[in-house]
T-cell receptor, first 111, second 112 residues
Framework: GQQLNQSPQSMFIQEGEDVSMNCTSS?????WLWYKQDPGEGPVLLIA?????ELTSNGRLTAQFGITRKDSFLNISASIPSDVGIYFC???????????FGKGTKLTVNP | DGGITQSPKYLFRKEGQNVTLSCEQN?????MYWYRQDPGQGLRLIYY???????QKGDIAEGYSVSREKKESFPLTVTSAQKNPTAFYLC???????????FGDGTRLSIL
């Protein structure tokens, strides 16, 4: 089945630093989604990407759909304490309309 | 406000008991989904429904059942056949299947 490798598993950074995380797949995807989950809550959609090479921003967040359609990255600039949470990538395509999720990147921001 | 409401927030199940988790959406979305989340894991699909009175098994459907009698509602029953039910359960919906999914705030199920 389709699998996503998300890295890193966890990050510990200082407030103000930039953050980068990525997902790679063994399969081609038509859509890449990035979600953030706070403890005890459901994931919230941050950014949706639909075309290879697409670069999309949402405030301090920027995500890109890889040219090969097998990867995506998410950058967070000038991190703040409320950025703490788990970030998930999800891909869709390759003959299936199901979403495949990465295992998440847990972000900790030290004030 | 439009959104997805899951209830209850916390649920406890006794051995051999069936329990039902509620999911209601007022977004007028056609597609609805149930996921299971275990610590340190991604989300795994249990069941999904594209339209009223139709639903399909996901990757881990064994021990679960669903119904879709109304567009707004997609309840999940965790049956006694599910031997390891302790998890965080998330309901999601999308305008159509294949569109970005939006999630409720989850139900945490534990075994007594």
């Amino acid at each position: 089945g389709q699998q996503l490798n998300q890295s890193p598993q966890s990050m510990f950074i200082q407030e103000g630093e930039d953050v980068s995380m990525n997902c790679t797949s063994s399969s081609i995807f038509n859509t890449w989604l990035w979600y953030k989950q706070d403890p005890g809550e459901g994931p919230v959609l941050l950014i949706a990407l639909y075309k290879a090479g697409e670069l999309t921003s949402n405030g301090r967040l920027t995500a890109q759909f890889g040219i090969t359609r097998k990867d995506s990255f998410l950058n967070i600039s000038a991190s703040i304490p409320s950025d703490v949470g788990i970030y998930f990538c999800a891909g869709q395509g390759g003959g299936s309309e199901k979403l495949v999720f990465g295992k998440g990147t847990k972000l900790t921001v030290n004030p | 406000d439009g959104g997805i409401t899951q209830s209850p927030k916390y649920l406890f199940r006794k051995e051999g008991q069936n329990v039902t988790l509620s999911c209601e959406q007022n977004l007028n979305h056609d597609a609805m989904y149930w996921y299971r989340q275990d610590p340190g894991q991604g989300l795994r699909l249990i069941y999904y429904s594209q339209i009223v009175n139709d639903f399909q098994k996901g990757d881990i459907a064994e021990g679960y059942s669903v119904s879709r009698e109304k567009k707004e509602s997609f309840p999940l029953t965790v049956t006694s056949a599910q031997k390891n039910p302790t998890a965080f359960y998330l309901c999601a919906s999308s305008i159509l299947r294949g569109q970005p999914q939006h999630f409720g705030d989850g139900t945490r199920l534990s075994i007594l």
